[in-house]
């Protein structure tokens, strides 16, 4: 059974400008979630996913990112416009039905010049 | 402000020793889990203890859970070099309803180096 992927591993882009990055989940999780690390914090969550819909997107930093699941299936995350404190790590996990362990993907690391 | 705080932030340890890594938390939880990562890879978990547990186990792993305390400890024996890696514990505190699952809140982690 393939893990969690997540497109592009690395990206490197400048201030103002627009990123997007894919999270496929694991088949048949109807959870997703995003998380992302910035150098030297703590893990910390953006939104969840329950199939299509939005179910908690409290920890979104502001309104300058936009997160997306269309058919329950893979998720986008967008960030426009980029600002140097969007560098970090973002990670993507997804978990069953009713399940509390989630399933995490390998990260895309962000850096916003 | 921090749900997860580890302890320590830093541990060297000579392989075969064992590596006790410590967690405390801020509010009541429903789950700890500890996850590894390893250099420029993703989270892997590792174990999941529920809050009416006090002790679990899983081969080399052992967790202990101290909810009048809010504290865990993950204790790794006869450490190996392939240990060398980050260790996060992850809480979470609120049951949705609809679905399921529940969002995580990440200590800043202990980097453990195991040396031959």
């Known amino acids: 059974e393939a893990g969690v992927t997540q497109f592009p591993s690395h990206s490197v882009i400048e201030k103002g400008q627009t990123v997007t990055l894919r999270c496929d989940p694991i088949?048949?999780?109807?959870?997703l979630y995003w998380y992302r690390r910035v150098m030297g914090k703590e893990i910390k969550f953006l939104l969840h996913f329950v199939k299509e819909s939005k179910q908690d997107e409290s920890g979104m930093p502001n309104n300058r990112f936009l997160a997306e699941r269309t058919g329950g299936t893979y998720s986008t995350l967008k960030v426009q416009p980029a600002e140097l404190e969007d560098s970090g790590v973002y990670f993507c996990a997804s978990s069953q039905e009713w399940a509390y362990t989630q399933y995490f993907g390998p990260g895309t690391r962000l850096t916003v010049l | 402000s921090q749900q997860g705080e580890e302890d320590p932030q830093a541990l060297s340890i000579q392989e075969g020793e064992n590596a006790t890594m410590n967690c405390s938390y801020k509010?009541?939880?429903?789950?700890l889990q500890w996850y590894r990562q390893n250099s420029g890879r993703g989270l892997v978990h590792l174990i999941l203890?529920?809050?009416?547990?006090r002790e679990k186990h899983s081969g080399r792993l052992r967790v202990t859970l101290d909810t009048s305390k809010k504290s865990s400890s993950l204790l790794i024996t006869a450490s190996r070099a392939a240990d060398t890696a980050s260790y996060f514990c992850a809480t979470d505190a609120v049951r949705i309803l609809t679905g399921g699952g529940n969002k995580l809140t990440f200590g800043t982690g202990t980097q453990l180096k195991v040396e031959l």
């Open positions: 203890i529920r809050s009416n547990e």
């Open positions: 509010t009541s939880i429903n789950n």
């Open positions: 088949s048949g999780h109807d959870n």
